[in-house]
């Protein structure tokens, strides 16, 4: 059997930024793996807003769709203050079954151009974690309506009816960033927010809770991933992404 040669080497994405904004399919989508690079940003001084697309309400079997969204908001609420974010957006769309097109585009544009940020940041949307393990259809159908609804933001003449109240188009979307995609070349050195990425993951208690996986522990799944990142970068811990350059040429 031919040996797999080692992943190459990632190379540090450009912290020379200063908003960014999270677009993610649900609650508890950025804590595995990224909340501890969003500590990293927040504490360089970055604001970074949190778009849930999803309130996750169809998470739990346990919980009717009603209480559980309001469960899962309120741990989405405290698992960002831990990391430095203090404003968390929910957008309303239903949980479990997101499909991609012009309704999800427009919902994601309208938070673009209210946010305006330079980078935005959503989760892998490939079609596997980087083997046989399918990934979730919402993910899939949220990550591909970033990059388009992105492009859609700095377009005067799409989703036009947003643009009331000072609302302007928005151009300004330099990159736009996939954690933990199984394709990444980039990545960002956790090393020293780790713990907070592992904190931030715990306040998601109710839902890891209605998964029921028998003695699962958040830090140690988290370390898996980030010290196999960190081997790449040469340090002990860092957060995967793969970069999308929006602008024309690059």
């Known amino acids: 059997m031919t040996e797999q ?15 960014a904004l999270c677009v993610v399919a649900h609650p508890d989508d950025i804590e595995y793996g990224g909340a501890a690079a969003i500590a990293r940003w927040t504490a360089q001084g970055k604001t970074i807003v949190y778009c849930m697309v999803t309130s996750g309400e169809a998470g739990i079997d346990g919980l009717a769709p009603d209480e559980c969204r309001t469960v899962r908001e309120a741990e989405e ?18 949980d479990g079954i997101l499909e991609y097109g012009v309704d999800l585009r427009r919902a994601i544009a309208g938070s673009v151009r209210r946010h305006r940020p330079d980078i935005v940041i959503t989760g892998n949307f490939r079609e596997t ?12 159908a949220v990550g591909r309506a970033v990059i388009d609804a992105v492009r859609d933001a700095g377009n ?16 300004g979307v330099r990159q736009v960033w996939a ?20 904190e931030s993951l715990q306040a998601h208690a109710a839902y ?5 996986w028998e003695n699962w522990d958040p830090r140690e799944f988290l ?25 024309w040429g690059d």
């Open 208 to 212: 890891i809770e209605g998964l029921g």
């Open 223 to 247: 370390e898996g991933f980030a010290r196999q990142a960190g081997a790449r970068m040469g340090v002990a811990f860092a957060a995967l992404i793969e970069v999308f350059p929006m602008g």
């Open 129 to 140: 974690w980087g083997g046989k393990n399918f990934n979730q259809a919402d993910h899939i």
């Open 5 to 19: 040669p080692p992943p190459p080497p990632l190379t540090p994405v450009d912290e020379d930024w200063d908003r």
């Open 179 to 198: 954690l933990g995609s199984p394709e990444s070349e980039h990545g960002a050195d956790t090393t020293e927010t780790f713990e907070a990425g592992v």
């Open 77 to 94: 609420i405290e698992s960002a203050r831990i990391v430095g974010v203090s404003e968390v957006e929910f957008l309303g769309l239903p």
């Open 156 to 171: 005067r003449w799409v989703f036009n009816e947003q643009l009331t109240d000072g609302v302007e188009p928005w151009g």
